[in-house]
């Protein structure tokens, strides 16, 4: 209350003083952040807004992240695009494609007179964004990584070791088995599934998703998760599914809630979770690296990331594009990028901020906060780098459709497969012709 | 006699109509307009390379066999919720017709649901049937029916269409009343005098009389179903398991505002457009013949 009328007067002078002042240049963030996260992007403008007097960042929720990337999509045809724009990681082929309308952030950067060395960012992160002849193309905001989380108390309610971790595929059904001897009703669940049984999957596995080096290779690539080693993964949770073991709860990240609520013991899916559980599970919980077969050779590799990145759209004034710049810094800078890690479960952005992270005890204090990095952290082959591909958003919705199927025991896992790889290579085949065009 | 109005001046009749023209020339025509141009091309999300590609997004539709299957899916829904609604909204505003004490309690009861935003009803829905906490899961899990609409598909498309009705039930409540409350009630009373029950005179009188009204709700109601629907399948299944609740409106809305094929999902509401029209002059020419007004 006692700042109101000091924050009025000082508007008013401000705008009394715009004349001839120079005022402060807007700088408009779409963003797809809800809740305690939502809290965390205002939190990052505030402060950087505070830090200096030439640039204001603006940050606006859109929604989700397909929402978001559809409003920006409508206002840059409309001519008002924003400055910055977050867009989830399956929106990135589309992005990379879209040459006229973004600004690769690396040029930003050095334009905006910003002393930028790509070199600074954890290379499994930025790799992701960065075109084939080395640029840097969007900032990395917000990557996370698929985990796997438990429920330490339904554990220990169905006679299990509460630290003895189920780290692979058939130690997880053994101890599904248990909590629904028990009388659970849901041993474990996953959220999006094509992301965290099939894409992580396979790096984690150091097996290919698609051909080209799961996309990174050019637009030719297809899919190829119908190897013996998807197969037998698909059949073992569709066995699961059957006993009662797996239990679906839909798509995207919907199941979030059936882990938080404690409804589900065993989980795996985004370490970004990590804000939401701090705040409202209600029980002990453990975060734990995602389990794999122990009989496939290079097994465990490391895992690929999600999240998102902040574009630069095109066809705005060099002051403005230098706020950019100086907020991108900003995000950078090690104290801002470890707290930002710390708070959200995301992954730390620049490889000082990991370091300051560690120093700090952080880990230590929080366990599990480390497992998201450490299974990223590692140097990653050819196969294992991430998943590129066009018309991503398509592809998962149809694993989506085909593996429901398998769930509900209407297809058999190879049908599944086999079916949800021709209609993904349509997408990708057209993909292909309209980048050609 | 001649009871049409005739007017004197030249300019006047269009002035007047030339609001409601300006309404639909920028809410019908022009959006009709862009979405036949759209569908003959194809361009990126944003719009930066855009090309002629004539029929080409109309041919992958054609080839595309699971599309053929959407078509099934959609009539089968609209059906249900155009006559379920319909029917349920009758017998509502009957019922209500025939109370005596606190009618207008009960009415605005029944009205409530019209002005609760499609996605908020399929929230609401989801809530009742979510498996296994939901009110109603849980009630039916007891009498011995796993409820699961994530998986089974028959589950999944009784609740969109569930959803979609109660939706719509308020809207057609209302005209239905309005109609019922237009019948003299001299009829009624004279065909109770000759010892007509209840049944008969719904049948004999209120019934046909409501059919202008039967009729205009008929036309409503399946553009409701077949347009106003995508918000409440987004909310609750997102058009799964499968693709068993995916009619052709959500599948305009995905393919063009999550998957953003701009051309595809135009070429999917010119379809769209073509059967609505379709059907409306069907129901224009044959089903109105019945309608006495």
């Keep these: 209350m006692k700042f109101k009328p000091y924050a009025l ?49 603006v940050p606006t929720f859109k929604g989700t992240y397909d929402e978001s990337m559809t409003a920006a999509i409508a206002a840059f045809r409309a001519g008002n695009a924003p400055h910055i724009l977050q867009v989830f990681e399956v929106g990135t082929a589309t992005m990379m494609a879209s040459k006229g309308a973004i600004v690769p952030v690396g040029q930003v950067m050095t334009e905006g007179g910003q002393k930028f060395d790509p070199s600074v960012y954890v290379p499994a992160v930025a790799g992701y964004y960065t075109a084939p002849n080395g640029q840097m ?33 058939p130690e997880v059904a053994l101890a599904a088995a248990k909590l629904k001897a028990s009388g659970h009703k849901c041993p474990f669940t996953t959220s999006w599934m094509s992301w965290t049984q099939l894409e992580s999957f396979s790096t984690w596995h150091n097996t290919l998703f698609a051909t080209q080096n799961n996309g990174f290779g050019g637009t030719s690539a297809r899919l190829a998760f119908n190897s013996p080693l998807h197969l037998r993964h698909i059949e073992n949770l569709a066995n699961m ?17 059936n882990f938080v609520s404690g409804e589900c013991a065993m989980y795996t899916g985004s370490s970004g979770l990590y804000a939401n559980l701090k705040r409202n599970a209600k029980f002990n919980y453990a975060i734990s690296t995602l389990p794999y077969y122990p009989d496939v050779p290079g097994a465990p590799q490391n895992t690929v990331i999600g999240g998102a990145s902040l574009w630069v759209m095109s066809g705005k004034k060099p002051a403005e594009y230098k706020g ?70 398509q592809i998962r919705t149809i694993v989506d459709e085909e593996l429901e199927q398998v769930w509900n025991g209407k297809k058999a896992p190879k049908e599944a497969l086999e079916t949800a790889i021709k209609r993904g290579n349509e997408q990708l085949e057209r993909f292909e012709k309209a980048g050609k065009s | 006699m001649e009871k049409r109005v005739r007017f004197k001046s030249a300019w006047l009749p269009w002035a007047l109509i030339a609001p409601q023209m300006a309404i639909v020339l920028v809410f019908f025509f022009w959006p009709a307009a862009q979405a036949l141009y759209q569908s003959v091309l194809q ?53 209500s017709d025939r109370i005596a004490r ?80 237009s019948i003299p009630k001299s009829l009624i009373e004279a065909a109770a005098i000759d010892g007509a029950r209840p049944w008969r005179r719904f049948w004999t009188i209120q019934f046909p009389l409501l059919s202008p009204t039967t009729f205009f709700l008929l036309v409503i109601n399946v553009v409701y179903a077949f347009f106003d629907t995508f918000a409440i399948i987004d909310a609750t299944t997102h058009g799964g398991p499968g693709k068993s609740t995916a009619t052709l409106v959500y599948k305009v809305y995905y393919d063009g505002f ?28 044959y089903v109105e013949k019945k309608v006495q007004y």
């Design chain 1, 241 to 257: 599914a059957k006993q009662g073991l797996f239990v679906y709860k839909g798509r995207a990240n919907a199941p979030d809630a």
């Design chain 2, 102 to 181: 606190g009618a207008t309690f009960y009415r605005t009861l029944l009205i409530l649901p019209y002005a609760v935003a499609p996605a908020v009803v399929g929230v609401l829905w989801i809530f009742l049937f979510a498996p296994p906490m939901g009110v109603v899961s849980y009630a039916l899990q007891s009498l011995g029916l796993e409820w699961d609409h994530l998986l089974n598909p028959d589950h999944a498309i009784a609740l969109i269409i569930m959803a979609a009705i109660w939706k719509q039930v308020s809207y057609n409540f209302l005209f239905f009343v309005a109609g019922l409350q």
């Design chain 2, 258 to 285: 999550k998957a953003l094929d701009m051309g595809g999902s135009a070429a999917q509401s010119v379809v769209l457009m073509v059967i609505v029209i379709a059907l409306t002059v069907v129901q224009f020419r």
């Design chain 1, 324 to 393: 950019v710049a100086a907020f991108f810094n900003y995000l950078s800078k090690p104290e801002v990028a470890a707290a930002s890690h710390q708070r959200t479960g995301y992954l730390p952005v620049t490889k000082a901020s990991y370091e300051l992270t560690e120093k700090s005890g952080f880990y230590k204090q929080n366990p599990g906060t480390d497992v998201a990095v450490t299974q990223m952290i590692r140097k990653t082959t050819e196969k294992s780098r991430g998943v590129r591909l066009g018309n991503f958003v």
């Design chain 1, 137 to 169: 193309l969007s900032f990395p905001f917000n990557s996370s990584t698929t985990v796997f989380y438990y429920n330490k108390d339904a554990f220990k309610a169905a006679g299990l070791d509460t630290d003895k971790v189920p780290s692979t595929w």
């Design chain 1, 9 to 57: 007067a000082s508007g008013v002078l401000a705008l009394a003083l715009s004349g001839n002042a120079h005022a402060q240049v807007e700088i408009q963030w779409w963003h797809a952040m809800g809740g305690a996260l939502g809290e965390w992007v205002n939190d990052l403008a505030k402060d950087f807004n505070a830090s200096q007097k030439d640039y204001k960042i």
């Design chain 2, 43 to 95: 361009q990126d999300a944003f719009g930066t390379s855009i090309e002629y590609v004539g029929a080409l997004n109309f041919q992958r539709l054609w080839d595309d066999a699971s599309y053929l299957e959407t078509f099934k899916i959609t009539a089968f829904f609209s059906a249900v919720v155009a006559l379920g609604g319909i029917a349920l909204s009758l017998l509502l505003a009957v019922f």
